[in-house]
């Protein structure tokens, strides 16, 4: 999983689907069973992004989260902090714009850890790549309600353009649906990211069904 998903897409490898798993989304429940049931569905990849919790709260939850990951066999990123990353021992961090620098979070890391950067627009991707991105999150590629600092859409063009040039994979976020997401796919990203049309379903299980199935080639 580790391996492939790290490479350039290309024709008739998987594509990725990167379940984002926090607050308020997923409050109240257990992360960890969260996850395991995604992965046993066939997620790849279990993204922590906790915008709520302490820096206790989360090590704690991204300890259980990391376990759950490991056994079941899907990478395991942290959002925004390294230092979290670092201690519960994830495979890697997410970081956006104003986060700290893509080369402080690699160092910080260690080797053979994954280090992605959000990004928006052209400009932004192409700095990215430079700082040594492991992989993009390119969006909100839709308008989505999940962020409230987000950028405008950036839209599909902008997904062919950065999945063009770039030399690592780009994860597609925002207003990503399972009706949409074979779209956003055939425009060039290596995967989808998703939070809303899952955890904002009356039936998130039914949803990730379709994700999967839609993304299996
Ligand atoms: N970054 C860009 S859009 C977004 C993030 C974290 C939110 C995506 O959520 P949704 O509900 O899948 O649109
Ligand atoms: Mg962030």
Redo the contacts with the bound molecule.
Sequence with gaps: VFANWRKRPEPGREPVLNL?IGSPWCSGQDYAELAEKAIRMGTRVIQL?EKEKDSREMIEVGLRVARSCREHGAIFIVNDRADVAVAVGADGVHLGQTDIPPEVARAMMGPGKIVGV?V?TVEEARAAIAAGADYL?L??V?A????QD??PPCGLETVRQVASFSPVPVIA????TPENAREVLNAGAAGV?????VW?SPDPWDQMRRFIEMMRI
């Excluded at 989505?144 to 962020?147: E, I, L, P, R, Y």
């Excluded at 976020?173 to 990503?176: K, Q």
């Excluded at 990211?193 to 049309?197: F, G, Q």
């Design positions: 984002i992004r959000s928006s999150g969006g909100p839709f989505t309600a999940s962020k987000a950028a976020i925002g207003g990503i990211a998703v939070i809303s049309a904002d």
